[in-house]
């Protein structure tokens, strides 16, 4: 009897060899390594760990008198962007704004300019500064503003003051002086804004207000009054005595201050 090979044919021989040289190509690759993500958890031995925790302790047991500003807003980013070293953002921030108030102010486009800060956190952060104009407006609710002063400055000027364009808003009063209504009337130009004295009448007596406060910002900065700022107020006070609507102030806000036509006799 004729000894059998223990051979596979050819092409089974073939298909083996192809097979063995697959396996063995893909064990001498190396795996590819994944690309953390947003989505992967913070490892607590990246550098900035301590530094966050050492701050909010000291938030914690000092208060927010113990905080630089820029150690203020990097305790908010920490909450925003949880997965970076915030201390470069928020000193860049402060850099490019000068103060807190000129970051919460500045316009989601201008803060987006700066390294490390998306569209969500821009937006984010003027969510912050809207809660805190809310917060001062409620101030004012149910009291006699000419007796809240203070808090009506603190208010226009936290609403006004960064605002790149000029603005006029009229905050409108009852027979107590309390606020009826906060409007803004008109957005203009960085130094112009169009008012229509007969419009701000109008409106004051569709919500049966016997009082008004005109207030508009100067987004140089500078709130000194224009002669054209003196002249309209002159007007609209002109055009609402009769109708037995009081003017009165007319304030300008500036970043660094304000003014207040009334307290320089100019009305």
Known sequence: MANRSASPPDDQASFIEDERG?????LSKPKAIRKSTALDKEEPSAHYYGHRERLRTKYRDHGDTALADYEV???LLFRLIPRRDTKPIAK?????FGTLAGVFGAPPALLQEVKGVGEAVALDL????????????SELRGKQVL????SVIDYCHA???????EQFRILFLDKRNALIADEVQGHGTVDHTPVYPREVVRRALELSATAIILVHNHPSGDPTPSRADIDMTKTIIDTAKPLGITVHDHIIIGKDGHVSLKGLRLI
């Open 92 to 96: 860049a921030l402060i850099d490019r």
């Open 147 to 150: 007796s809240s002063w203070s």
């Open 126 to 137: 003027k969510l912050v500064a809207t809660v805190g104009q809310r917060m001062l407006k």
């Open 22 to 26: 697959f396996f063995a190509e893909q």
């Open 159 to 165: 609403a006004m003051a960064y605002e790149s364009r």
């Open 73 to 75: 807003l990097e305790l």
